[in-house]
């Protein structure tokens, strides 16, 4: 089943993907794996939980703090 505000979350709505309430938390910093990241997040209205997951799209090149460049994968 796929939760019914999946593709607001997914488009940047930050708001529970099942019942679309602002009142979601998260007591992780997120976890790495190579490339690739991942973090947990609770509903407190509904109580329903998952994980945001994350991949690497671009490499950026810093000189002097700044960014020079940068570039998708």
Known sequence: MK???LKE???GN????????ENITSQ???STDYNIAWQP???????K???DE???IAISWIKDGERI????I
Do not use: G, I, T, V
Not at 69 to 72: A, L, N
């Open 69 to 72: 460049y940068s570039d998708e």
């Open 9 to 11: 979350y997914m488009e």
């Open 14 to 21: 930050f708001a529970c993907p099942f019942c679309n309430s």
């Open 3 to 5: 939760p019914k505000h």
């Open 54 to 56: 994350y991949r690497l």
């Open 28 to 30: 992780d910093l997120p």
């Open 49 to 51: 939980e998952w994980q």
């Open 41 to 47: 997040f609770e509903c407190l209205s509904c109580s």
